[in-house]
């Protein structure tokens, strides 16, 4: 094992807080220093094996800011819980890489970083869309090989989705959030398919369908699938928005691929696994104007084989959630969490969305709470009182 190098913040804090890659911005470690704690943060960008987070935990310590890469399974839960700590905080809003059951089992808060993400990883999903139907890799490619020779009426054709039939896979915050992007940016109808009806989302594109009547245009429609199948069939455009679990592993396998239209596009943001990648790869091969649009991948950072090489399908490396905002929201949101849960703070009442959070990104006194736990009910934490409305929202 080669030996890691270590940054370390604020040496004689009082709390050990470890933190398994570098992070964006300085308010996360402004947090955890006003916290009174010793930040040690690993360096280097290969990611840390379960011998180095257990030799990390050491013999003491009081909370680890962790990533999507690492296996934070029941047993490195437990190794961190041995050596003291109150809490792990993912540095992600997916935690699909944390066994959050034992973590409940053994009394330890999880945190994550909803909110923040949202509209960022919405627009990743919406450049994917757009990227894949209208072949900008393709086209990119051909410019830096020297290989266009002028304009020509058959080059590089690809598919219109203005007023198209688009698909959602999961309505959760960013599923909704694409989704309203192209009903409103495109004039799409939407199906969604979700265990849950999102109403908020339906009379949404109600209400904006009956703007659009006001306006002498056609309306726009939103409407549950029953089945995923009853989606794939109808759609020009499908994006996955769900949570990867035992559940939804390889949710789009070879027939839900043979369900959808040929020229349809499949976009994924969320999570690899939730795509048979070998069936895509062959799906792709036999269906030239089928098109993909990928983040994420079944084995990151591998790809399936025979992947790279198909030109109907655009590769970008887990990239939905990169913006500069974005990620130091993202660090910021994780110190909270740490931070807060070390202090003994309750747990903020609700994080569905960005304007949730925002006092802890925006306010020079952030409030005294953490942000997001996931498993606080399981846990019984003590959530902070609703807070009173702001004088001028008072009516
Ligand atoms: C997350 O936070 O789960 C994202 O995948 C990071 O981009």
Redesign the pocket.
Known sequence: MTTREWVIVNPAGSRRVVVTKELPGARWLQLLTAADCRVEIAQGEDILTAEEIRAACGEHIDAVIGQ?TESWSAEALGALKAAGALIYSQF???YDNVDVAAATRLGLPVGN?PGV?TET?AEMAVALTFAAARRLAEGERMMRAGAYHGWLPTMLLGSLLYRGTLGIVGAGRIGAAYGRMLVEGHKMDLVYYDVRVNAELEHYVADYAAFLVAHGEAPVTCRRAEALEELLRACDVVSIHAALTAGTHHLMGAPELAAMKDEAVLVNAS?GPLIDEAALVAHCRAHPRFRAGLD?YESEPAMAPGLAALDNVVLVP?L???TTWTREG?ATLAAANAAAILQGWPVWPAAAGLADVAPFLDDPEPPHAAPSIVNAVELGLPRLAAQPQAKEDQS
Do not use: F, K, Q
């Open positions: 999507l992600a809003v997916g970083t993400l990883t999570r994420v887990h939905g959630s990169a993202m």
